[in-house]
C-alpha cells in the first residue's frame, strides 16, 4: 500500500513536469511568439535621402532581451527599435549585443541621445556570441536586415526619427 503510494505520487510529480515543459513557455517558436511588440515608422535622414523602416518597438527589458531571436523572416522594410534603450532606464550607456539565437544577419544601428548615428554594426553573424558595441553612450538601437544600411547608404551621422522624437 505505501508502495503504491510512493508510486502514484512519483507519476504525479512527473506529470507536473511535463505538464509545466510542455505549456508553452519554452523553446524558440514560444520566445518569438511570447508578444506581439508595437510597430512604428522609424525614419533615417540619410544623405541620399529619408529611408523608411517599419518596425517593432522593444520598449520592456524582456522585449529588448528577446530583441530578434529565433527570426528568419524580417520584412525587407522591418526590423526593431529598442527604445528607450536600455529599458530600466538610467540614461544613455554603452551598448552592446550578441547575436546568440538570432538566425538572420543584421545591421545593428546605434542611436545617440541626438538622434544620430553613433556606430553601425554591419552584417553581424547569426548565431554569434561576440559582442557588437556602440563604442559611446546611446539611448537606441535600430536593427534591420543585414546589409541594409550600406545599400541605402545609412551611414554614422545620420539622423533617426520616429513617432515622439523629431528630426
Known sequence: MIFRREVRAAFAAAALLV??????D?????????SVPAKM???VHAKSGPRQFNVEVARTTAEQERGL???TNIPA??????TPYPAAGGGPREASFWMKNTPTTL??????PDGTIAAIAENTS???EESSKSGEPVNAVLEING?????LGIAAGDKVSWAGRGR
Open 19 to 24: 505538464s509545466g515543459a510542455c505549456n508553452g
Open 26 to 34: 519554452i523553446g524558440p517558436s514560444a520566445l518569438a511568439e511570447q
Open 41 to 43: 515608422v522609424v525614419t
Open 69 to 71: 531571436m529565433f527570426r
Open 77 to 82: 522594410d522591418g526590423g526593431m527599435i529598442f
Open 107 to 112: 545591421d545593428i544601428i546605434f542611436i545617440r
Open 126 to 128: 547569426p548565431y554569434s
Open 147 to 151: 546589409g541594409k544600411a550600406r545599400e
